[in-house]
């Protein structure tokens, strides 16, 4: 596997896709980062290792609805790729590529990082989220659409009860 860094898109370009700059970003063609960064690795390679995280959380929590049996090795939907990308090769470097997930400065613990600073932090963590789903587009084009649902369910307002 070769370990590919790769960084935030300038400022200008962000704001061409409506996305919103935080308070930090003052020139317009310098990447805005959040220091973060996706590993690139094949897609054949991204798919064995989702179906291995698959199969990985089913032998650790056992769901009785689950009519699947031992029958996991079905190819993995965009919804599992993307989500394996976010919480697992988000500013991985060579030296935590074979670590498992709560590496310092994987996703949830950059989201756990904003939890505990307690300051603006719904806002915060939705622009981190949308950050690294930006992030995933850009570098996995095959995963563009996923990532731009998955954007616009972060973006859509809770609906009130009525």
């Known amino acids: 596997m070769q370990y590919t860094p790769t960084r935030q898109l300038p400022?200008?370009?962000?704001?061409a896709m409506n996305i919103a700059l935080p308070?930090?970003?003052?020139?317009?063609?310098?990447?805005?980062?959040?220091?973060?960064?996706?590993?690139?690795?094949?897609?054949?390679?991204?798919?064995t290792l989702t179906i291995a995280a698959r199969k990985h959380a089913a032998a650790l929590i056992h769901n009785p609805n689950d009519n699947r049996g031992d029958n996991l090795?079905?190819?993995p939907r965009p919804k599992e790729l993307v989500n394996f990308i976010r919480h697992m090769l988000i500013n991985r470097t060579a030296n935590n590529i074979g670590q498992g997930a709560g590496y310092h400065g994987?996703?949830?613990n950059l989201l756990h990082?904003?939890?505990k600073k307690g300051i603006d932090v719904a806002a915060r963590?939705?622009?981190?989220?949308?950050?690294?789903?930006?992030?995933?587009?850009?570098?996995?084009?095959?995963l563009a659409a996923e990532c731009e649902y998955q954007?616009?369910?972060?973006?859509?307002?809770?609906r009130s009860a009525a």
């Open 11 to 15: 400022a200008r370009e962000l704001l």
């Open 125 to 142: 963590q939705r622009l981190l989220k949308l950050q690294v789903l930006r992030l995933i587009a850009t570098h996995y084009p095959t």
């Open 113 to 115: 990082k904003i939890d």
């Open 106 to 108: 994987g996703y949830d």
């Open 151 to 158: 954007s616009w369910i972060i973006d859509t307002p809770e």
């Open 73 to 75: 090795d079905y190819q």
């Open 23 to 47: 308070y930090f970003a003052h020139d317009l063609d310098a990447p805005v980062t959040y220091h973060l960064t996706v590993a690139i690795i094949d897609q054949d390679v991204l798919d």
